[in-house]
């Protein structure tokens, strides 16, 4: 395997690309900007270009018959609430070594590498095929829309490349947006007596999951969770009048192995006797679906449940990306992600051979005066060219 040529990893236009792409506002739904500079690099480095009906943007490298290697970064971000809180601009801004600006880790920063990474080793491939998707909606939901991709294609191996701190991680807990639903009577609150105050049972719902049962640890990933995050009662404000219904939203982070009945049914177990003690109340525990559309008018509703996944320190895509970062003289780490990724598509869903890879620290993620260091953003490219190269030497004949 031979190493990325030096000449082809242009620093300075990374860097440029980079800043384009984080000075392009992106909130999901809106990538349109974004899409067309990641095209216009895409086409002048050499690949092959489309943009499917979702608004995904592929690129593909093709030298032939041989294994299939997936990268994938979304180009959506999370809003900016409070730009006065930003030191500095949060519309894109390069200062004391750094890439600054919404997106700038999270991910356009990695988009970026991972384009110029590729590109520096098009025609070193002797055989196989990289496919570059730069997809939509991360920020919404995670998973579904590279699925869509990776069904198409079949890859051998999948990167993701979110932030790693340039190391490879082998796997993230799942997330599951659970709404639990409680009606009841109302009535006038001088006389509670006559009505059910859904609030009431609602909060005995809290106090009774506070104690529900989990699945055991994961020896990589840790515990899952399940973390009440809002809760909102009907007519809200409540004018001496008892509430007769209240909605709550829980985040499940969800363990290799959990399905969307697994994580559902001690919550509802749960519902189903509180609700018991109240005469007249219902209640029910659900996942929540998202519904939206994409910048190109694609509808696309998708169940709010991200499944975890674990490919482990000894896979065989993990060592030989590891070898591959060795090779170019970079740290060969393991990690593992906290949050989900649209690894939840490739592994938990379609049981895809996947990892990360990703310059930035992970910690940064929708922070004010979000960065990435400019020497990690270059390193991140040599690093996605090591570990193709790697996959495809790995990956043999199809």
Same mark, same amino acid.
């Given at each position: ?78 809003? =900016? +609430?409070?730009?006065? %809180?930003?030191?500095?601009? $949060?519309?894109?801004? #390069? ?5 600054? *600006? !919404? ?41 579904? =829309? +590279?699925?869509?991709? %990776?069904?198409?294609?079949? $890859?051998?191996?999948? #990167? ?5 701190? *340039? !190391? ?231």
């Amino acid at each position: 395997m031979s190493e990325p040529d030096p000449m082809l990893l242009d620093d300075r236009a990374l860097t440029e690309l980079a800043l384009s792409l984080v000075k392009a506002a992106s909130p999901s739904g809106q990538e349109t900007a974004v899409a067309g500079i990641t095209r216009e690099a895409l086409d002048e480095l050499g690949f092959d270009v489309h943009v499917d009906e979702l608004g995904n943007v592929i690129g593909c490298l093709d030298a032939g018959r041989g294994p299939c290697v997936l990268l994938d970064s979304h180009m959506d971000t999370v809003g =900016v +609430t409070d730009p006065a %809180a930003w030191a500095y601009d $949060p519309t894109g801004e #390069v200062a004391d070594g750094r890439l600054y *600006g !919404r997106g700038a880790m999270d991910m356009k920063g990695p988009l970026a590498a991972s384009i110029h990474g590729l590109a520096a080793v098009r025609d070193q491939l002797s055989c196989g095929r990289i496919v570059l998707c730069a997809s939509v909606a991360e920020e919404l939901v995670e998973g579904p =829309v +590279t699925a869509v991709v %990776a069904e198409r294609i079949n $890859p051998d191996a999948v #990167v993701i490349c979110e932030a790693t701190s *340039g !190391r490879i991680s082998v796997g993230q807990r799942g997330r599951a947006e659970i709404t639990i639903e409680v009606y009841g009577t109302p009535t006038h609150s001088s006389r509670p007596d006559l009505g059910v105050n859904a609030a009431e049972v609602m909060a005995d719902i809290v106090s009774g999951l506070r104690s529900v049962d989990l699945p055991p640890p994961h020896p990589g990933l840790g515990k899952a969770i399940l973390v009440l995050t809002d809760i909102i009662s009907r007519p809200y404000p409540g004018l001496s009048v008892v509430p007769d219904r209240c909605t709550a939203t829980y985040d499940r982070r969800t363990l290799p192995g959990e399905t969307n009945a697994d994580v559902l049914a001690p919550i509802q177990a749960v519902v189903g006797r509180v609700v018991a003690d109240y005469p007249g109340a219902q209640g029910k525990a659900s996942v929540a679906v998202d519904a939206f559309k994409t910048y190109t008018g694609a509808r696309i509703e998708a169940p709010n449940f991200a499944p975890a996944w674990w490919t482990g320190d000894e896979a065989p895509i993990v060592r030989a990306a590891l070898a591959g970062l060795r090779g170019a003289g970079l740290p060969a780490e393991t990690t593992t992600w906290d949050f989900c990724t649209n690894g939840s598509g490739t592994a938990g869903e379609l049981g895809l051979p996947t990892l990360g890879f990703g310059p930035g620290h992970e910690e940064l993620a929708h922070r004010v005066d979000e960065h990435i260091d400019l020497a990690d953003l270059h390193a991140g490219a040599r690093g996605y060219a090591a570990i193709v190269q790697a996959l495809v030497a790995a990956g043999g004949d199809r």
